[in-house]
Antibody, heavy 119, light 108 residues
Framework: QVQLQESGPGLVKPSETLSLTCTVS????????WSWIRQPPGKGLEWIGY???????NYNPSLKGRVSISLDTSKTQFSLKLNSVIAADTAIYYC?????????????WGQGTLVTVSS | EIVLTQSPGTLSLSPGERATLSCRAS???????LVWYQQKPGQAPRLLIY???SRAAGIPDRFSGSGSGTDFTLTISRLEPEDFAVYYC?????????FGGGTKVEMK
């Protein structure tokens, strides 16, 4: 059973960089896309972006320029960096596995981690 | 980007009743790459339906998905107490993945 676990600071100051890591509990990250999704408290879901094992990425156009996702296959981890954060970036951040190449869906999710942007 | 509009915002029903949730896309969803998730308070979303109508592993057959193009429906044939939750649709027919705003199914 694939398990994902987010980790990182729960509080980030405005204008700084939000950094999160997702650890995947399987032998290798392969043939899937590894994604970040966020959810402001009490609101809906917003896809942030994903990365493939080759390093190829795809980001939400609304966040492009501020976001980057990287992959460390040796550690079966992938990371999110969101620059120049504002209060509106306060959300629960989920990492998830995205099954592409056909049906295209998120089938495994982390439990989520709340990140608050505040001074 | 494809905008997904879910309706109604809230559905108040009793256990045993039928729930019909709608997801309308601003443009046709390629190859019916339309997915439904269930989210309970304090939990991550859970995959229910993919490809508009295929149930994910372990999902009871009271959940069914239908539709194509721009209009999609999630039906719960007989609500069980554990089905009261928020349901989201999501499209992956374009590079910019998007979610609908959600429908809350609450107990009447």
């Amino acid at each position: 059973q694939v398990q994902l676990q987010e980790s990182g600071p729960g509080l980030v100051k405005p204008s700084e960089t939000l950094s999160l890591t997702c650890t995947v509990s399987i032998g290798s990250i392969s043939n899937y896309y590894w994604s970040w999704i966020r959810q402001p408290p009490g609101k809906g879901l917003e896809w942030i972006g994903y990365i493939f094992r080759t390093g190829s990425t795809n980001y939400n156009p609304s966040l492009k320029g501020r976001v980057s996702i990287s992959l460390d296959t040796s550690k079966t981890q992938f990371s999110l960096k969101l620059n120049s954060v504002i209060a509106a970036d306060t959300a629960i951040y989920y990492c998830a596995r995205y099954v592409g190449g056909g049906w295209n869906y998120f089938d495994h999710w982390g439990q989520g981690t709340l990140v608050t942007v505040s001074s | 980007e494809i905008v997904l509009t879910q309706s109604p915002g809230t559905l108040s029903l009793s256990p045993g009743e039928r729930a019909t949730l709608s997801c309308r896309a601003s443009q046709s969803v390629t190859k019916d790459f339309l997915v439904w998730y269930q989210q309970k308070p304090g939990q991550a979303p859970r995959l229910l339906i993919y490809g508009a109508s295929s149930r994910a592993a372990g999902i009871p057959d009271r959940f069914s998905g239908s539709g194509s193009g721009t209009d999609f429906t999630l039906t719960i044939s007989r609500l069980e107490p554990e089905d009261f939750a928020v349901y989201y649709c999501q499209q992956s027919g374009t590079l910019a993945l998007t979610f609908g705003g959600g429908t809350k199914v609450e107990m009447k």
